[in-house]
Structure formats: C-alpha cells, structure tokens
C-alpha cells in the first residue's frame, strides 16, 4: 500500500501554490495525498509567519498532531514536516521548540520534499532542507492537485527585495524571482484547455515581475514586464484572469491600459497602501508617499472601465500617533476601496521595524483598527449600493450557505455574489442583475445579455 501525506495550509496564496506544487512531486514519487492527518503516515504543516498570531497557530497545530497520534498508540505515529516560512525563519531551532517534528522544509525547498521525507523514513532524524531552489526546478502543477478544477493559481514571481520595515517576507521568502513567460504563457493555454475558468497571476509583486530574457513577450508591447505580460495572457483566451498583489511604488499606468485593452483581464486591482501618514510610510520604508499613492490611485478611478480597488493597511506601526492616523482615516475615506484587510502591527524579529520602541498599546491599536473597520463597512455600504440595477458576470462556485435554492461565486471585480440559481453547477459563469447589496456581498438574478465592464 502507498504511503499517505496530509498537507495542511496556512496563510496566503503563495502557500497553496506550493502545496499544489509539492503534491504533485509527492504523488509523482509514489505517495498517495490524504484529506486528513488522521491515519497519514507523513503530516505536513505548511506555515505562514507575517504575524505573530499565524506562527503561534503552527505550534498549536503540532501539540494536536502528536496528542492525536499518542491517542492511536505509537505504532502509527505519523512523520511530521514543518514546512513555508516558519520552517525557513526558524530551521532547525523548531526541533528543539517541538521535538515531535521530523522535518523542516524551507520555502525554496518544496521539490526536494519527497527525498526528504524517505531520509526520515530511513531512520534520519532532524532532517533540514534550507536551500535554494535548484535550476530548472519544475512549477508544474497537476490538475488533479489543484484545490479548485474552475480557478487555478499560477505563480509568475515568487520573493520580495522590498524590505518593508515591518515585513518578515523578504527573509522568509527570500529575494525575487520571476518565472519565463514562455511557462507561464504555456500553463494558461494548458489550463484553458482542462476547462478551468479563471486563473490567478500570483506573487508578493506580481508588477515588480522581471524575468531574465523578455522572450515570448515581444509580439507584446508594454511599458513594463508586467504590463507586457498582462497582454500575453490577455490573449490566450482564458475567461477571467485577476492578479495580485501590486506594489504601488513598481504601479504603472500602462497596467491599467493592459486593462482597458483586453476584458478578460478583470476589473480589480489590489493595491497595499499600508499607511496614510508620510512620516510612518517612510518609517515602513514604502518607498512611496500619500500622493504618489494617490496618483495611482486616479489612474485606477479614471479608467474607461470601472475597477475595484482594494487594499491592506497596517494600524498601530511603533511611532503611530492619533495625527498619523486621521492621515490614514483621510486616505481611506478619499480612496473609496471595495475592500481593506486591516492588521493590527505585529512586531516580526528580524525585521528592522523590531527595533523600534515607541510601540503603540495593544488597547490603541484595536481602538484604532475598530475605528477603521467601521468607516470601511459604510463606505462598502455605498460602494456595494452603487451596483444596484447592474449587471455583473460571476463565476459559480457553490451552494450558496444561506439557501439551498441559491448559489455563490466571485465577480469579475472580485465580490462575493449570491444568485437564485438551482440549476446553474460550479464552473458556469453567469451574468447576475444586482437587486440587494449589503456591506460584503451583492444578491440578484440571473439574466442574459451584455454585462457593463
Ligand atoms: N504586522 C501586521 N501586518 C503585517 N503585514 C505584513 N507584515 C505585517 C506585520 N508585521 C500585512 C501587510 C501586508 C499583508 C499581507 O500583511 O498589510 O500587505
Ligand atoms: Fe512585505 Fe513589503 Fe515585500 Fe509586501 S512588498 S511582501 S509588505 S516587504
């Protein structure tokens, strides 16, 4: 009988990528994939560290595992495998924090993950892998591990050289590296052909993309990698094609002329602003201020096409005062965002922001981050309202949890839809007509006929 891993994910999209990718490997060297730990021979834990909170989960995670396993008896306790940023950030310190673990994968480690794992089955313990991806490592994914047969993920640069001062992802993930356009044009032609819907351009700066040979880009014109590339994959013809994240400092117009271009490129762009103040964006080392941020951010509003912009933003950076903040509440009001993912600072070791002591009481950061999400909420309100009487295209993705009668999916724009629909299945992609709009979903009908972009 095969051998049975169970991979388990945290945190962004990057690490389902991964974990797609390494299942693939895994099954390829014969290991069948678990949808459980429960009676896994191998448990991979694939972790993410941006904040405290998220890398405190992992250990929990493994205080389960080992309890569970203690539970069946020792004869079937499973290899445990730490693996993405905590398994690179910490490396062999975890074996000592967690002596259940057998493994620890760093990021750039996920081929190597099944010779890994039979140096553990062979009797060798504490087995680490912190290296660097080898050359011509493989991004294929199969279908078959994919998590959705409708939305694929596909990587196109994986690191980040910004070094925010707050972020841990420069060394967790280490320095940028974008793949040829020639795969990733190739990848999408081959999932258009599986049938898959809609595809997801993926990377900590999917705009700061820069290959080394520009090949396969040069029937496409562009002021940037990235804006040629958009207009690449624009042209194979696959459905609806988001991408994220943008970095504001590398945000140049010419992307949203790429957009204007082509409609299966789709009308949302995420834009992380992360402060509104000057002196703390300066102090996260952005490499951008308030206005430059806002210039792109005309750009955006002022396209021909509507796009949705959404955004992160830190609140309670070490030096934050109420006056920094109301920058921050002003730039949210101006900016109309269809969306904002609010943190509360997380002090990250190793990063230079770790340093700083002027920290702001955990009591003023949710006071703030509360402040925040109340003034988001009423301006989602007139947002989501402003879609009434239009029509947006959706692609189905379920039941939806409220009523067996309707379904759910995501808009082009990137909204959680929910239509009366019984006989529609997941994959379809419909045109809905928005009758009610709350402060995080649209409802409508389906109807037929040209959809607004
Ligand atoms: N504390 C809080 N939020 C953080 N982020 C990144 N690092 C931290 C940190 N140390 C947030 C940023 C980023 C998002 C993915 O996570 O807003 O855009
Ligand atoms: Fe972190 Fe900044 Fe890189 Fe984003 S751009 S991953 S916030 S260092």
Known sequence: MKSKVYIETFGCQMNVADTERAATGLRKAGYDLAASAEGADVVLLNTCSVREKAERKVFRRIGEIRNQANARGKKEKPLIGVMGCVAQLEGSTIFAHAPAVDLVIGTRATDRIPSLIERARGGESSVLDLGEREEGDIWDVSPAERRSPHVAFVPIIEGCNKFCSFCIVPYSRGREKSRSAIEIVSEIHQLRELGYKEVHLIGQNVNSYRPRTLEGLENYAGATPFARLLRAVGDTGMPRIKFTTS??????????????????????????????????????????????????????????????????????????????????VELVQRCEYDGLYIFKYSKRNGTPAAALTDEVPEAEKTARFMALEELQESIQAKVYGSYLGRKVSVLVERESARSSEDMTGHSTCHKVVNFRARDKQPGEVVDVLISQAKSYSLYGELTSGPVNY
């Open 247 to 328: 970095f504001p400092r590398d945000f140049h117009p010419d992307i949203v002329s790429a957009l204007e271009e082509y409609s299966n490129l789709c009308d949302w762009i995420h834009l992380p602003v992360q402060s509104g103040s000057d002196r703390i964006l300066k102090a996260m080392r952005r490499g951008h201020t308030a206005a430059d941020y806002f210039r792109r951010v005309d750009t955006i509003k002022g396209s021909r096409r509507r796009l949705s912009l959404t955004s992160d933003i830190i609140v309670g950076f070490p030096g934050e005062s109420e006056a920094d903040f109301r920058q921050t």
